[in-house]
């Protein structure tokens, strides 16, 4: 039973470029959320979505930033014209079910975004 | 804001010894709370959770105690393992998950 995927780990983007971040849930999960990892900071809630939907998006920047999860494939981050602040680890979490259960989210191995 | 604040950014402790990783907070309505544990390179694993009305929830080495009046939780590890060398982040959960900065544990042999 495979984990949470997310691809590429790693991702090396020059300013301006594009960064596309993709996370595959559990099987049978079908609640995906999107963390972001600041060098030396505790991860930050960016966006929770069901397929189709995006529930809550309070933590996504307002601009640059946004995400789908299709009915058919993985979730995308899509980042457009990266600066360097973006760089950070960002990291993918799925759960089977929404409401007070949805604290037990299991998460991919990250991806590492590097901004030159 | 921090919602969630680990002060401790490591803390290192002797094989065998109990651990004890601190951690406060300012909501009052997180329903969970939760300690994860990171390894380098890898995503955070679940290790760990207490409802918001108990006060110690305990799963073999793992126990966690909540101080609701003084918005405090810890977790304590006995005894401490080299295996437990790792990075964990105390968090609450209130709708979403809200992470502290985390504490890096190192077990000393």
């Known amino acids: 039973n495979a984990g949470v995927m997310q691809n590429p780990r790693h991702l090396v983007r020059r300013r301006g470029q594009e960064a596309r971040l993709r996370c595959s849930p559990m099987?049978?999960?079908?609640?995906v959320y999107w963390y972001r990892q600041l060098p030396e900071e505790g991860l930050k809630f960016m966006v929770y979505?069901?397929?189709?939907?995006?529930?809550?998006e309070s933590g996504m920047p307002k601009e640059r930033f946004s995400a789908e999860f299709p009915k058919e494939g993985p979730s995308i981050l899509r980042i457009q014209q990266v600066v360097r602040g973006d760089s950070a680890a960002y990291f993918c979490?799925?759960?089977?079910?929404?409401?007070?259960?949805?604290?037990?989210?299991?998460f991919g191995p990250g991806t590492r975004l590097t901004v030159t | 804001d921090q919602q969630v604040k680990q002060n401790s950014p490591s803390l290192s402790v002797q094989e065998g010894r109990i651990s004890i990783l601190n951690c406060d907070y300012t909501?009052?309505?997180?329903?969970?709370f939760l300690w994860y544990k990171k390894y380098p390179a890898e995503g955070p694993t679940f290790l760990i959770s207490i409802s918001s009305i108990k006060d110690k929830n305990e799963d073999g080495r793992f126990t966690v105690f909540l101080n609701k009046s003084a918005k405090h939780l810890s977790l304590h590890i006995v005894p401490s393992q080299p295996g437990d060398s790792a990075v964990y982040f105390c968090?609450?959960?209130?709708?979403?998950?809200?992470f502290g900065k985390g504490t890096r544990l190192h077990i000393l042999p």
């Open positions: 909501n009052s309505m997180f329903d969970y």
């Open positions: 979505l069901q397929k189709e939907n995006i529930i809550d």
């Open positions: 968090a609450g959960f209130d709708d979403k998950i809200i």
């Open positions: 099987k049978g999960h079908s609640h």
């Open positions: 979490a799925s759960s089977p079910v929404r409401g007070s259960s949805s604290y037990e989210q299991y």
